[in-house]
């Protein structure tokens, strides 16, 4: 029989919860039950989940030495 880790962390009023996987890292899940991110880091995974349900409020994305050569234009 398999053995289950029942350590699940719910966080923001049951928003969304976190638990470690059977592979040592850690995932969280929004209150429907459909993933949101997996990392290494439980702090990390938290922080992530919050931006996903929050619409990335938190977060930039910044792009630099975007070049183009060649027959991609075409």
């Known amino acids: ?5 029942t ?5 923001d009023d049951s928003a969304f919860s976190v638990f470690k996987t059977r592979w040592g890292t850690y ?5 429907d039950g459909k993933g949101l991110c997996s ?9 992530w989940a919050r931006e996903h349900l929050n619409g990335f409020a938190n977060s930039t994305a ?3 030495n975007v070049t ?3 027959d991609m234009l075409k």
Not at 1 to 5: A, D, I, K, L, V
Not at 39 to 47: A, H, K, M, N, T
């Open 1 to 5: 029989m398999t053995n289950f880790n």
């Open 7 to 11: 350590d699940i962390e719910t966080f």
């Open 27 to 31: 995932a969280a899940r929004d209150a």
């Open 39 to 47: 990392g290494l880091d439980r702090d990390s995974v938290i922080f």
């Open 62 to 64: 910044h792009t630099r």
């Open 68 to 70: 183009m050569k060649g």
